[in-house]
């Protein structure tokens, strides 16, 4: 299992960006896959998570302050899943990762399969 995260960059604030999770090695329709982002001195903390197609649950959860502003969803056709990322804001600036498991757990840590991080930068 393997994942890997792109698209990270400087954006200028109230801009979209668009973040890619691909999977390899696996069919990522099969798992939840979480997208997370950590600013400089603060923990990890989670941004959206979308069930695996199976569960038929669809998106699980939005941290609050990204809700309506950013949108999570799968492309099949890449075998991966997409952080969408609209009206961004300084405070949006993190590494952002992506992470696999069978559910969307509400901590962290109980992902089991996590990508390399793709760094963006909201700032004029």
């Known amino acids: 299992v393997q994942l890997q995260a792109s698209g990270g960059g400087l954006v200028q604030p109230g801009g979209s960006h668009r973040l890619s999770c691909a999977a390899s090695?696996?069919?990522?329709?099969?798992?939840?896959i979480g997208w997370f982002r950590q600013a400089p001195g603060k923990p990890r903390e989670g941004v959206s998570c979308?069930?695996?197609?199976?569960?038929?649950?669809?998106?699980?959860w939005y941290e609050p302050s990204v809700k309506g502003r950013f949108t999570i969803s799968r492309d099949n056709a890449k075998n991966a899943v997409t952080l969408q990322m609209n009206s961004l804001k300084p405070e949006d600036t993190a590494v952002y990762y992506c992470?696999?498991?069978?559910?969307?757990?509400?901590?962290?840590?109980?992902?089991?399969?996590w990508g390399q991080g793709t760094l963006v930068t909201v700032s004029s």
């Open positions: 979308i069930s695996s197609v199976s569960s038929r649950i669809g998106v699980t």
């Open positions: 992470a696999a498991d069978s559910i969307c757990y509400s901590d962290p840590t109980s992902f089991g399969y």
């Open positions: 090695g696996f069919s990522s329709d099969d798992y939840a």
